[in-house]
């Protein structure tokens, strides 16, 4: 079967181009031809990367004037969008018959605006069980779940024990190994801060006052060039612009590979992931299959998400411009939260984290249990459709009695 995805390249630093890249890679051991239609990290030509055909954004910025053309070129049978659906515009229209949209729901309930945006689409494959309710409450009748991923042979521990993972990366990235390692990986890029960078540094404030010797990574873009904050503005009026640190901008935008963030990751104690609203949340699937305990938010799909560490309560909810509410996560709770942390044993929850991972968002076993069974339903419909279409007899054509 020839298969789509129309998401980000698969080469590219970001959350979906991760996915598109293992999702692409394990489509490929099925059997599969694979091609992508980039809408992120690709302009101006055609190209193909380790047997996958990428394909250029057009003029629009999310695809919308191009991805037929694109399923049609390379005669995709399947077109599965990874990217916020309410931004696609007649995609139903547009791929009759072959489009599967896997999108993420961030917030409560599920916009007005994602119902229309998915008319047309075959199944609508939402990320976790809770944005599956949400979808259903707003009356999406053909969706189903398949979660992200993770590669859990390259983001897994670097030694036997949490102890020794630790020293190994900390040796790698010379981080003193008395230092108290939270860190957090999100993108700086809506105001108010979807992310919640602004509750996650207040309370880090607070507990480096009762642990002097912590440090907060967080990997992003700390000025508010896309639409985000100003994270060092953040910090000062905390008071905690020595204790946040931050990637070299120029390193960052370069993109920092999945081998580089695995040992950061290895380097931490724990994963600040108490987002206002996640679709998902990657983050928390690669710093668990690194065997790290993780701190997440109550909302969403987060709750999930999280087999070692802690959930917070949210404080208050929020009104986003989508259409619904994001939930802003307790202060006081991430604060709590680090302290049981900074006691807890960190052995146990290597264990936990790992096993949880292994057992539920490896990449062998959603594929297995996910995409093997819907791809199957897709290769019968359309050997259906092969079969309807011989049994149409092709009409005789009429006799010429009189040529003209």
Same mark, same amino acid.
């Given at each position: ?30 059997? /599969?031809? %694979?091609? %992508? ?22 003029? &629009? ?8 053309? /694109?399923?049609?070129?390379? =005669? ?7 990217? &916020? ?6 995609? =139903? ?20 605006? !994602? ?40 983001? $897994? ?5 949490? @102890? ?8 790698? #990235? ?32 607070? !507990?480096? $006052? ?5 440090? @907060? +990574? ?21 008071? @905690? ?11 960052? /935008?370069?993109? !920092? ?7 950061? +990751?290895?380097?931490?104690? %724990? ?11 990657? =983050? ?16 969403? =799909? ?5 087999? @070692? ?6 404080? /208050?909810?929020?009104? +986003? ?5 994001? !939930? ?11 302290? $049981?942390?900074?006691? *807890? ?7 936990? *984290?790992?096993?949880?991972? #292994? ?39 009429? $006799? ?5």
């Amino acid at each position: 079967m020839k298969i789509m995805i129309h998401s980000n390249a698969p080469y590219a630093s970001s959350g979906y181009g991760g996915q598109t890249r293992y999702l692409s890679q394990n489509l490929l051991k099925l059997g /599969h031809e %694979v091609a %992508v239609s980039a809408f992120y990290g690709l302009q101006g030509t055609k190209m193909e990367a380790n047997g996958i055909a990428i394909y250029p954004i057009g003029l &629009d910025g999310w695809g919308n004037d191009i991805i037929d053309s /694109h399923a049609d070129n390379f =005669g995709a049978d399947m077109v599965i969008s990874l990217i &916020d659906v309410w931004v696609l515009k007649d995609f =139903g229209q547009k791929l009759p018959g072959r489009w599967y949209a896997w999108f993420p729901i961030d917030g409560e309930p599920m916009p007005e605006s !994602f119902k229309p945006a998915l008319e047309g689409c075959m199944k609508a494959i939402c990320m976790n069980e809770w944005s599956l309710k949400q979808a259903e409450k707003g009356g999406v009748k053909n969706a189903i779940c398949i979660p992200h991923a993770v590669e859990h042979t390259i983001f $897994k521990p670097l030694g036997k024990t949490r @102890a020794e993972s630790r020293k190994i990366a900390r040796e790698l #990235l010379k981080i003193p190994e008395s230092t108290f390692l939270a860190i957090m990986v999100a993108a700086n890029q809506s105001y108010p801060d979807r992310k919640a960078f602004t509750e996650q540094i207040e309370a880090f404030a607070m !507990f480096n $006052k009762d642990h002097p010797n912590s440090l @907060a +990574y967080l990997h992003t873009d700390s000025l508010p060039n896309r639409g985000g904050i100003d994270l060092h503005c953040i910090g000062k009026l905390f008071g @905690a612009e020595n204790i946040i640190k931050f990637p070299k901008r120029y390193d960052y /935008h370069l993109g !920092f590979s999945d081998e580089e963030m695995c040992k950061l +990751y290895n380097a931490a104690d %724990v994963y600040l992931g108490a987002s206002a609203g996640e679709g998902f949340q990657i =983050g928390l699937i690669e710093s668990q299959a690194c065997g790290i305990p993780v701190i997440s938010n109550s909302c969403g =799909g987060m709750p999930e998400l999280t087999g @070692a560490g802690w959930v917070v309560d949210w404080d /208050h909810k929020e009104y +986003y411009n989508l259409g619904n509410f994001h !939930f802003r996560p307790s202060v006081k709770g991430i604060y709590e939260t680090l302290n $049981k942390c900074y006691d *807890a044993n960190k052995e146990e929850l290597f264990q936990q *984290a790992r096993e949880f991972i #292994l057992s539920n968002y490896s990449w062998e076993h959603v594929m297995k249990k996910c995409w093997i069974p819907l791809l199957a339903e897709v290769e019968e419909k359309m050997e259906e459709k092969k079969k309807i279409a011989k049994t149409i007899a092709t009409p005789e054509p009429e $006799k010429v009695l009189i040529e003209v």
